[in-house]
């Protein structure tokens, strides 16, 4: 449910039973100069135009929410359209990554995942500070993102770099 739904139709879904999950906000960012946000922590960033085993198995590990064939189903999905996927290594072991789509002249970010051992160093913030970079020198000039809307912190690190909500929606489900 969001914006272009038509009115009235979150309520009666309501009123039958459909509970809201997944309360979403998103979030742009203009690209016309290079991210704010820290860099005290300027971890390398591989960049590819395929995700590794690591990319996946690290992804997988964070936001590993989808049923069915589980991962070999996701990676079908993520390898649907072309894309630049960003990867943060550190002793041999992948520790973020985040995917980007450039549509036009935005770029879409996506699949944003630190695992939890790695978090608070800094990781996401290089990941999206890369894509958003490599998506700059390839002509967007705007950026958006979506994340749960309960997630404050990575809410937090997204305003940090220059990102600003500019809308939210939800999904009911029974």
């Excluded at 998506?135 to 912190?153: C, D, F, M, Q, T």
Aim: hydrophobic residues 40%.
């Amino acid at each position: 449910m969001g914006p272009g739904a038509l009115r009235g139709l979150d309520e009666r879904l309501e009123a039958r039973g459909y509970r809201v999950v997944d309360r979403t906000t998103y979030m742009t960012a203009s690209l016309q100069s290079p991210l704010d946000g820290p860099s005290e922590k300027a971890a390398q960033v591989g960049l590819s135009g395929e995700p590794s085993q690591e990319w996946l198995t690290a992804w997988w590990a964070v936001d590993g929410r989808y049923d069915g064939e589980g991962p070999a189903s996701a990676t079908c999905i993520l390898r649907g359209v072309p894309a630049t996927y960003a990867e943060v290594r550190q002793d041999g072991r992948t520790l973020a990554v985040g995917r980007s789509v450039l549509q036009g002249d935005t770029l879409g970010i996506y699949c944003m995942a630190t695992l939890p051992e790695a978090r608070r160093r800094g990781l996401a913030g290089a990941v999206l500070r890369a894509l958003t970079a490599d998506g700059r020198a390839r002509g967007a000039v705007r950026a958006y993102l979506v994340v749960i809307a309960s997630n404050s912190p990575v809410i937090a690190l997204y305003t940090r770099h220059g990102f600003t909500p500019t809308g939210a929606y939800h999904y009911r489900v029974r």
